[in-house]
């Protein structure tokens, strides 16, 4: 069951108190009167009544049942639906989430699915800013997009780490199957926090140009600031994402130097002894008539020649860099 985690009332940046669901309507009529009401997880039943106190569209109240939707932008009349993904870590793994927020002239409904920490700290430093709390509705979604963003950067970082430690033990010629995986589960991660990333920027574009009645101007600055920090973010997770994929490249790289060096010493000493193969291969045929047989010095002769011819061989390829 879904789960109503706070039903606030504001007028000109100071809390009023507490509203129950069944009076929102009323309270939202009142002129200069907001109201920020927070979901967890909430089902159709409850979203249904959230809808007709809000007057909410009712495609924006079908997705935001379902959990499983891409970060967007979309206007409904004088509403907006937003799309956010939340992450957190959990044991070095990427864990998403999404925050679903109806935002009009007179009201802010936060939903919550999935990982996602309170955002109790949101209505907390809200609270605490009057002055700018007093700009309304476009405020509050200032202050959960920023939350929502500033929780990327400590991820961020951490798969930042993770990967220099890996990267320390990728400069060698030996394939470390489980390393790779390792990276290839790294980089996946960077993907998916990419693709939660790269929406807000054009987001915040939108709100800044298009939507004036819930985006004053006195808030454009706040936007473009999470602008910023996801632009940043997402020069970050570009360079980590290079960084990966070059390091796998690097080490197959590696590896396969490695494997030619092998080849080259076994293709070496099979040149070497290849001489002596030849020589005695040729007097293994035992001839009756074939010269030196008779000669007294013939077996030491033709060992020495091969041991000569085995060692000017070795020498020149190890000059080569062979062996």
């Not at 109240?61 to 639906?81: I, N």
Request: hydrophobic share 45%; net charge negative; with cysteine.
């Amino acid at each position: 069951m879904g789960a109503i985690v706070n039903s606030m009332a504001y007028r000109n940046g100071k809390r009023l108190g507490d509203v129950p669901l069944d009076d929102i309507s009323e309270e939202i009529g009142t002129p200069g009167t907001f109201v920020w009401l927070g979901l967890h997880e909430p089902d159709l039943e409850l979203l249904r009544r959230v809808q007709h106190e809000f007057g909410l569209h009712d495609l924006a109240v079908e997705d935001a049942l379902d959990a499983h939707q891409r970060p967007k932008l979309e206007t409904y009349g004088d509403s907006l639906f937003i799309v956010l993904n939340t992450a957190q870590l959990v044991d070095d793994e990427v864990i998403m989430g999404e925050t679903h927020i109806f935002i009009g002239p007179s009201y802010v409904v936060s939903v919550r699915h999935g990982a996602s920490s309170t955002y109790a700290p949101v209505r907390e430093r809200c609270e605490m800013d009057p002055r700018g709390l007093a700009n309304g509705p476009g405020y509050v979604l200032y202050a959960l997009m920023d939350f929502i963003v500033d929780h990327y950067m400590p991820i961020v970082n951490r798969l930042e780490d993770t990967f220099e430690q890996l990267e320390q033990g990728l400069f060698r010629d030996e394939f470390d199957r489980r390393t790779i995986e390792r990276l290839y589960h790294i980089k996946r991660q960077v993907l998916r926090l990419r693709n939660a990333v790269y929406p807000i920027e054009e987001m915040c574009g939108q709100l800044i140009r298009l939507h004036e009645d819930l985006v004053p101007k006195e808030l454009r600055a706040y936007f473009r600031d999470i602008e910023d920090h996801a632009s940043r973010l997402l020069r970050t997770l570009d360079v980590v994402r290079e960084m990966l994929t070059t390091a796998v490249q690097v080490n197959l790289a590696l590896v396969t130097v490695g494997q030619n060096e092998v080849v080259k010493r076994l293709a070496g000493w099979g040149a070497i002894l290849a001489v002596p193969t030849v020589v005695f291969s040729l007097y293994g045929m035992n001839f009756e008539f074939m010269p030196e047989l008779k000669f007294h010095f013939a077996y030491p002769a033709v060992i020495g020649f091969t041991a000569v011819a085995c060692t000017v061989l070795w020498r020149k390829l190890h000059r080569a860099g062979w062996l």
